[in-house]
């Protein structure tokens, strides 16, 4: 009985393993709509779910768009102050009581925001597939029936804010190793489909074949991965990168971090592609 316990949490780890590899690909398509429809530096999943309700909810105030995120309200004016200086997001005084501060998008931010929306309706359109996958390794039935009737821009935010909950996690896992997050994404994609050449490792994350070699140095200094040559090559000096025990360890707590919130993040992307069916795919 304990062995047949023992291969369901095993099948469930190597899902959920799995899944987070999806998820770091997706995560390098979303960023890469966002730099090109916002700005390159309004990417991060905080700055977006802070724009996004914004544009949800004009008018709203700082102080419920800290509560809606579950976030102080500090860490909020940071993030505004950033929006605002990208010129997309501007505050106003309330007519009522000119003491209080409004927010709304500025023109800029309204068309770069419906940029955003055409562009992420687009993809979802068209990786309806490969989204899929990613639900089924989640728990979530990728086929069950969702009413498009929200926005893209109401999706994503949901998106963004399921994600959050993860990502908070996730970096409690790595808060001892002091790893940045393309590092961090390398080593999901190996946990998740094991040992990788640098040169796909730098497709998938967009990076140079030297931003990629200081990634995996890394990674090897830090002791969770180590350079092998692959076996069966003719010239040998091709190398796999693969997991050691510590970082397979890290990618067990990952795929444990990530339990909690599968299911929010799996009906959130669920409702994207949902929307994304009123776009007929190519």
């Known amino acids: 009985m304990e062995g047949t316990v023992s291969m369901i949490r095993s099948a469930a780890a190597k899902d959920a393993l799995a899944a987070l590899a999806g998820l770091a690909d997706l995560s ?8 090109e429809s916002l700005t390159p ?4 999943n905080r700055l977006v779910q802070v724009l996004l309700i914004v544009a949800l909810s004009p008018g709203i105030s ?13 860490l909020v004016a940071q993030l505004l102050r950033r929006l605002i200086a990208e010129d997309l997001v501007l505050k106003v005084a309330a007519e009522e009581d000119h003491r ?3 927010l709304l998008l500025t023109d800029r931010g309204t068309e770069r925001v419906e940029d955003l929306e055409r562009a992420l309706t687009e993809y979802f359109a068209c990786h309806r597939d490969a989204v899929g996958a990613i639900l089924s390794l989640l728990g979530v039935d990728p086929h069950e029936a969702v009413a498009a009737t929200g926005s893209m821009l109401g999706a994503t935010a949901a998106i963004a804010g399921a994600a959050s909950g993860y990502v908070r996690a996730a970096t409690q896992v ?3 190793v002091g790893l940045g997050s393309e590092a961090r994404l390398a080593l999901t994609m190996i946990a998740g489909e094991g040992p990788q050449q640098p040169t796909d490792l730098a497709r998938r994350l967009r990076v140079t074949s030297g931003a990629v070699s200081g990634i995996v140095d890394r990674l090897v200094a830090t002791r969770l991965a180590r350079r092998n040559l692959e076996p069966g090559l003719a010239d040998g000096r091709a190398v796999l990168v693969e997991l050691t025990q510590a970082g397979q360890a890290m990618a067990a707590e990952l795929a444990a971090a990530l339990e909690p919130h599968a299911t929010a993040i ?3 992307l669920r409702s994207a592609c949902a929307v994304g069916t009123r776009v007929p795919a190519n």
Not at 62 to 74: H, I, L, Q
Request: hydrophobic share 45%; net charge neutral.
């Open 41 to 44: 530096r309004v990417t991060s």
């Open 174 to 176: 790595f808060s001892h």
């Open 28 to 35: 390098g398509d979303l960023t890469a709509i966002m730099q």
């Open 62 to 74: 700082p102080a419920a768009v800290a509560d809606r995120m579950g976030s102080s309200r500090s």
């Open 100 to 102: 209080f501060a409004l």
């Open 266 to 268: 799996g009906e959130a």
